[in-house]
């Protein structure tokens, strides 16, 4: 069977519209219309510094003109933006849509090679780079691996290192630094082009679409492993992103004008902007969604722990809040909170959570501090440019579940023998919707295997549908382990470990963990030299080995791919046809006394 979307559907899903004609030019009467009000919709978080409607438009305008003109970007160019949050992320993205061109967000934490890998599998020409001395060394690297020359870098700035634009700073910007460009510089560029070419200019760098081409043009791509096998370019076209931006307006009942009271109040709620702008989550739901509704959004770089963030709740009055399960455990566990309960209370009105699975223990715990709070869990995935289910309006939280089905978006469940089966069977869930994006890009097996007949997407994710239409996460069925919400790629650490010398053969698979969710976990089967080594030298030798393994993973991959631990095996356990048997792994994991 079919289960369809019980919730309001989107009525016009415009397919002649980019994410920057989407955001800046279309005004439906549906809209909150935030132009000419003084509205602050971005605010950053260490500097207070707000841009407007308008003040977004300029910067985004001026920024677009001068990497047209100073840095080569034309339709289709790609470019890698590897930062942190702050309130030039989204400015940088959309100068680029303006242009035609294609964003691929890469993650804040990489390392150089990481990120070097994703510059070549991503095909981008320039590279925008958080300013701090980390990011940078780690961006200069990866360029040189990925032949990116350093005047087709772009640092993005720390907003409180920024002069604001004035006559009399004019000049004092600084635009290039160590050879490469300032994204301010490039502003006051744009300016400096607009300046001496007249509005022309703004015309001519403008790419507009053709009607229709918003549902092929691509304009992110983001990286996922999908349901097996290492991160591919996720291809998500302009209309995947808009019409998530729609769906989520129609699901929540969104109000038409400033002040409309409804599970969001454009003009008044302020939204947290803590979730990484490079996750599908904090892109999609965290940035798009709030500027096209009309609600401000407070950028956090990144996430500095619980207090912090609680802090920064309070002091901007933050009612919207979108988090991940590890911040609902800090919620519920951290000590330093209890102090900040009562301004919290004050403040929240909605919180939707999700990118991994909060347990039902967890979420009575989250309901009990917060028992006046509109929340519960949604959903979403790469691939789904964002959401697929999310709790419905004006009705108490149902414990454990992700949701219901988003606005114009329908369900199958397939059980293991290819059968659609019916309501509380448990079987894939393949989903459907005006959000479901392109493929994979350069990776045509992979995208037939999850891209299937119908439209559909097969998700990975082993699920049950109730009769309320609740549905509920109950396994994950392709490769995936995600750490604080983020993906790990089993293949990507199996394939690296193998260049270990002490390593044969590797299965990596995740070990639940409270704070984290899960946390990746190594069974090696030892090569013969290290096998001699280790039988000789006793349990020291085979704890060196193990702390070698470990450093290893450590030195060359971001943090959140960290294994937790190691386990020494005879082989990796396999199918016939050479395919790791991780749910074998995962039961012999159990058996494991803990590292
Ligand atoms: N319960 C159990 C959940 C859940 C879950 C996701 O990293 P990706 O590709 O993407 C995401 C996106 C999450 C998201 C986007 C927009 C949004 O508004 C929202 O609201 C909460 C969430 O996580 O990983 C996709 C995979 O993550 C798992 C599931 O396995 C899915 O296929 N996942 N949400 N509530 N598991």
């Not at 119908?454 to 995600?482: A, C, M, Q, T, Y």
Request: glycine content about 8%.
């Amino acid at each position: 069977m079919i289960f369809t979307s019980a919730a309001e559907p989107v009525k016009e899903l415009p397919d002649h519209l980019d994410v920057y004609g989407f955001l800046f030019e279309y005004f439906p009467s549906s809209r909150p219309d935030t132009r000419n009000t003084g509205l602050p919709l971005f605010i950053d978080e260490q500097t207070a510094q707000q841009w407007t409607f308008e003040e977004t438009k300029e910067n985004t305008d001026l920024l677009s003109v001068a990497l047209a003109e100073k840095c080569g970007i034309k339709p289709d160019t790609r470019a890698a933006i590897y930062a942190t949050n702050s309130i030039y992320y989204p400015a940088t993205i959309w100068a680029m849509h303006r242009l035609g061109a294609v964003v691929s967000p890469a993650n804040a934490a990489f390392m150089a090679k990481e990120l070097g890998l994703q510059i070549q599998e991503s095909n981008s020409k320039l590279l925008f780079v958080s300013e701090d001395p980390v990011s940078l060394k780690n961006a200069f690297e990866a360029a040189k691996i990925a032949n990116i020359p350093r005047d087709r870098i772009v640092i993005i700035q720390e907003p409180y290192t920024v002069l604001k634009y004035s006559e009399s700073n004019y000049g004092r910007i600084q635009r290039k630094s160590q050879g490469a460009w300032t994204l301010a510089g490039l502003i006051e560029e744009g300016r400096d082009i607009v300046k001496a070419k007249g509005d022309a200019i703004l015309t001519s760098t403008r790419y507009k679409l053709k009607p229709g081409e918003a549902k092929t043009k691509i304009a992110f791509l983001l990286f996922s492993s999908g349901t097996t096998g290492l991160p591919k370019g996720v291809a998500i076209q302009h209309f995947a992103v808009t019409s998530n931006a729609l769906q989520t307006m129609a699901f929540n009942k969104v109000g038409s004008s400033l002040g409309a009271k409804g599970r969001f109040c454009p003009g008044k709620d302020v939204s947290l902007g803590v979730l990484p702008q490079v996750h599908i989550f904090g892109l999609s739901t965290c940035t798009h969604f709030p500027f096209y509704a009309g609600i401000a959004n407070v950028v956090i770089s990144k996430f500095r722990g619980i207090e912090a963030m609680i802090k920064t709740i309070i002091k901007y009055k933050i009612s919207v809040w979108w988090l991940v399960p590890p911040m609902v455990v800090l919620f519920c566990k951290d000590p330093s909170v209890a102090p900040y309960l009562d301004e919290l209370r004050k403040v929240a009105r909605f919180a939707m959570v999700g990118a991994a699975p909060l347990s039902e223990d967890l979420s009575r715990q989250f309901s009990k501090i917060f028992p006046k709070l509109d929340w519960g869990q949604g959903s979403g995935m790469t691939e789904t440019c964002s959401v697929t289910t999310m709790f419905p309006v004006g009705e108490p939280v149902v414990m454990g579940s992700a949701g219901r089905l988003f606005s114009n978006t329908e369900a199958k469940v397939v059980n293991s023998e290819g059968t659609e089966v019916g309501y509380d069977e448990l079987g894939e869930l393949w989903l459907r919707g005006p959000q479901i994006t392109l493929g994979y890009t350069n990776n045509e097996k992979a995208t037939r295997e999850t891209y299937v007949e119908g439209g559909w997407l097969r998700s990975g994710d082993e699920v049950r549908i109730d009769r309320n239409g609740d549905v509920f996460f109950i396994d994950r069925l392709k490769e995936l382990i995600k750490v604080k919400g983020f993906q790990v790629a089993p293949a990507e650490l199996e394939g690296f470990l193998l260049d270990h010398p002490d390593v044969s053969d590797a299965g990596v698979i995740g070990i639940q963990d409270e704070s984290a969710g899960e946390l990746p976990f190594a069974f090696i089967a030892l090569s013969q030299d290290a096998k001699k080594r280790a039988a000789s030298g006793g349990s020291k030798q085979q704890d060196e080995i193990r702390q070698s393994i470990l450093k290893f993973v450590a030195d060359n991959k971001t943090r959140y791919k960290h294994l937790c631990g190691v386990a020494f095996i005879d082989a990796i356990p396999k199918t016939a046809s050479g395919k790791i048997l991780r749910r074998e792994m995962r039961d012999m994991a159990k058996k494991l006394a803990p590292e």
